[in-house]
């Protein structure tokens, strides 16, 4: 299946090429834990995840067409 | 003399024109640390909370915490207290750079302004001497002009904090200023200094903070850099890209509040991220005394733009504020407002809300147009030139309209017959995350001593923030009051003993009192820690039930409690109030009305 990443903040060195925002393919029925041991991003680092506008976690099954948005622990002020 | 605190205060009485140093109540230091607790103890035991924020009854108190001045990480700040002219309530305003250590190492933890000068003046403290200057030729300067002209006139290595013009004109939003650009930014502090007429305070000091245990001490502070540089919260995301770095992720969730917080995502979002600053308008980041973080952004808007001008910003708050909830989606556009923000001396959150709830308040036909006749542009979301113009008229107080403005969002919205609209918290304006979007923010707004505030116990930490196995569920109201309380108390250690909130992303509490603990040679634990920042939270609630406030205070405006936002993951959710409040006051200790009820107060020891 073919998912629309999006890598946000420093995430983005993980990207496979250097862009925030890219097209990856990953075998059916993969969950999002598989997309970020994939893209090699330590678990923990994947702190939010959000699929398709909604707030999930690693477990959850992705389809093709989604679009999956990996943040990291952040703070504002 | 104690090691942390310097052990005296100087008592300014702007009246007479006398400057007196006493000696530190240690009992209270030990009590309520330092800085924010400190200084609200002295407020209370001092000021008739009833009195008007702008009269001479008020006092204006520049207080520093025992780690102020010393090595440990983010060991530079200083807080601002008073009664806010904005709010009515307890104000405490809390600003880094290096005037809060200047202070220390002239000799003091602590300056009291008392009455009100009879001309305008600034203060100039040198070590032991204290002079009363003219400040005649600065009345009227912008922020930048007045700290240049200071220096010049006392000492090239002096430390400024001082007022801009919206202070003078007693812009109730108006902030004070250090530093050229490091802001204690609420609650209209700046304000309440330009009623006492005084343009700024001047220190130099040569001195330096003891501490109890050098050795343990020095040990804790390499140790506590070790882990600011390891955790990826403030060495990757503050660090890299400043608090601009949260812009991309409110609004792909949806609460990144846009035109009034009507909408929780801004179609033009991607301009002003994190990420866009780094690759366009930032020059360099920067740190505060002693900080290993350097969350500041030093910028320069593009140079394509009609827009020009550099210094430091733009922070997610003040994106948010002059920028997206404004409907503004041009970067320097944002840049050039918070650049003439600073030089005004005015709060980047309450003049964006400012803005915003006028736009809202226009484009739904409640301003007429012969209000307006001075502004020279549209006053609709969207358009930058009317959020720059609206700047310079609250500053000045412009008009019949900058008047209004400068009265503020609730006075403002209220004076057009519509204070529902107004999106904050007993009179000053909520930060940039919109609570339908995390429940326990809009406890928090609602409960904030302080009104309207992400600094008083900042729930984001907890329903989006934390490690995904500890996070609570931002869409519920159950455990809210709990996790909620816990954070206030933690906000209030951390403000009193002068190291930066954004260090506790790294340096628990638990480290934060053996800091603490092996600096001034006080014992305490973390329950007493816990039991202080209750102590400080119990203390300023008091002063604001006693400043006239009521459980009616403790509120949202409709459009969080009854209008559904769309977009993101926020479809469909308000914020439940009445339940979290009601369980929020049964677990303080507090009768239905929020009165701490006499033995929370003995248990607290509050005098």
Known sequence: MKLNVELQIYLKEYSPNGAAKFDYELADGSSVMTLVDALG????????????????????????????????????? | ??????????????????????????????????????????????????????????????????????????GGRYMVICKSPLTGAVACSNSGGYWGPELKFAGYDMIILEGRSPNPVYLWINNDGVEFRDASHLWGKNTEESEDTIRRETDPQARISG?????????????IINDKSRAAGRSGVGAAMGSKNIKAIAVRGTGAVEVADQLKFGELVFDSMRLINESPTTSKALRGMGTASTVAFANSIGMLPTNNFQQGQFELADNVSGQTIANTVLRRNKGCYACPIGC?????????????????????????????????GELDAVLYANYACNLYGIDTISAGGTVAVAMELRERGYIPDEDLADLGTDLKFGNADAVIRCLEMMTTREGKFGDLLAEGGYRLAEHYGHAELFM??????????????????????????????????????????????????????????AALIKLQHDAAGIDSVGMCDFSAYAVPPERQVEL????????????EWDEIGERIWNLERLFNNRAGLTRQDDSLPPRMTEEPLSGGA????????????????????????????????????IQ
């Not at chain 1, 398709?52 to 690693?58: N, Y």
């Not at chain 2, 007196?20 to 008739?48: S, V």
């Not at chain 2, 326990?440 to 309207?452: H, I, Q, V």
């Not at chain 2, 603990?517 to 329950?527: K, M």
């Open chain 2, 516 to 527: 603490y603990e092996t600096c001034t040679g006080e014992e305490t634990s973390r329950e």
């Open chain 2, 1 to 74: 003399m104690p090691h942390g605190w310097t052990g005296k205060i100087l008592r300014v009485d702007l009246t007479e024109g006398r400057a007196t140093p006493e000696d530190l109540n240690m009992p209270w230091a030990r009590q309520y640390i330092g800085g924010r607790g400190l200084g609200t103890r002295y407020l209370y035991e001092e000021m008739d909370p009833s009195a008007d924020a702008l009269s001479p009854e008020n006092k204006v108190i520049f207080a520093t915490g025992p780690m102020t001045g010393t090595y440990a990480p983010t």
């Open chain 2, 570 to 605: 926020v479809q469909n959710q308000v914020v439940a109030l009445e339940g979290m409040l009601a369980e929020y006051y049964r677990l303080r200790g507090w009768d239905d009305d929020g009165n701490p009820s006499a033995e929370t107060l003995e248990r607290l020891n």
């Open chain 1, 41 to 77: 991003v330590p678990d923990e680092l994947a702190n939010i995840v959000i699929v398709e506008g909604e707030s999930t976690d690693h477990a959850h099954k992705l389809k093709d067409g989604d679009h999956v948005i990996l943040i990291p622990p952040l703070a504002g002020g």
């Open chain 2, 424 to 481: 904050g918290s007993k009179k000053q304006d909520f930060a940039a995350y919109d609570p339908r979007a995390a429940k326990g923010m809009g406890l928090g707004y609602a409960t904030s001593n302080r009104g309207g505030c992400h600094m008083r116990g900042y729930s984001m930490k907890v329903e989006w923030f934390a490690p995904m196995e500890e996070r609570l569920d931002p869409f519920a109201e159950e455990g809210k009051a």
């Open chain 2, 296 to 328: 500041a952004r030093v910028t320069e808007t593009s140079g394509e733009t009609k827009w020009k001008g550099h210094g430091e910003g733009p922070e997610y708050e003040t994106i948010f504020g002059l920028g997206t909830d404004c409907g503004v």
């Open chain 2, 163 to 175: 007022i801009g013009v919206a202070g003078e004109k007693l812009n109730r939003f108006a902030c």
